[in-house]
């Protein structure tokens, strides 16, 4: 009895010692993952009282209990005849590169009536290769509440946030196929929020160069049962470069380019105008 007791004991010590084990590991691969753990600390653009506050000259966005600031270059449209609708998307090209330090994303994001914002494209963390995501935020309070990734390949993808029919449940897309879902608790977008198709880097002092990604067309909405580019939008951000039709007449109406080889333009220039 005693023998066989202190195999029981030593047996049921290794059992416990491996399950902290694989629960360390797991937190430990969690606080290596951003996108995956917690952000309560990070600001969203245009998160301050209005988009000229926060679409400041240098637009670097630093959380405000954090040393770790998150840069943003993109596109940004308020058109008023956008808005309220039911659902935004964007095709953006999926290139894989190595970043050395911080998380290199692009996405496409759009507010809602009761103050939630939803984001929905991909990112790319030290070699992780590219990982699409999307998540959930609490504008009033600043924090994350959903999130979902899973792998994608290089080449276009459309990414996309969309109003599932006669509910208030939002589905996040890759190329028309759900791989995640949210009850926003409405079916209509922000009237006034603007819609974003941004590049973001985070977790890094200073910005750092990466090599150009597409916004084939950056932003479409759903709205009167039909996808419709936005008429116009505004450069956010000038750490790194970008360009539009106005300073390529070689990309289209709602189609932009980020990254090296851009050039830096002053915040809020016009990157496409079709009134």
Not at 37 to 48: E, H, M, N, R, T
Not at 116 to 135: C, D, E, K, M, P
Not at 223 to 231: A, F
């Amino acid at each position: 009895m005693g023998t066989t007791g202190g195999h029981f004991r030593r047996g049921s010590i290794s059992l416990i010692a491996t399950v902290i084990l694989l629960v360390s590991l797991a937190f430990l691969a969690l606080s290596f993952n951003p996108l995956i753990s917690s952000q309560a600390d990070k600001i969203v653009p245009s998160l301050g009282s209005s988009e000229s506050a926060s679409n400041s000259s240098s637009s670097s966005t630093t959380a405000s209990n954090s040393n770790t600031p998150f840069w943003y270059v993109g596109a940004s449209s308020s058109d008023p005849s956008e808005e309220s609708n039911q659902g935004i998307r964007s095709y953006i090209q999926v290139r894989n590169q190595t970043i050395t330090n911080g998380v290199l994303s692009f996405w496409i994001s759009e507010a809602f009536t009761n103050n939630l914002w939803a984001q929905v494209g991909y990112y790319i963390q030290n070699n992780s290769g590219t990982i699409a995501f999307y998540q959930v935020w609490n504008l009033t309070d600043r924090s994350e509440i959903m999130t979902k990734t899973q792998s994608v390949s290089s080449g276009i993808h459309l990414f996309s946030i969309e109003l599932v029919s006669e509910s208030n449940t939002w589905n996040f897309s890759m190329d028309g196929k759900s791989f995640g879902s949210f009850n926003m608790q409405t079916n209509l977008s922000s009237k006034s929020y603007p819609m974003y198709a941004m590049s973001e880097e985070g977790y890094v002092q200073t910005p750092f160069s990466f090599y150009p990604v597409l916004f084939q067309s950056a932003i479409q909405v759903f709205k009167s049962d039909s996808w419709e580019s936005v008429p116009y939008a505004n450069s956010f951000g000038n750490n790194w470069g970008i360009q539009g039709h106005e300073q390529n007449s070689l990309l289209g109406n709602d189609e932009i380019s980020v990254g090296q080889g851009n050039p830096v333009l002053s915040v809020n220039s016009i990157l496409w105008a079709t009134q």
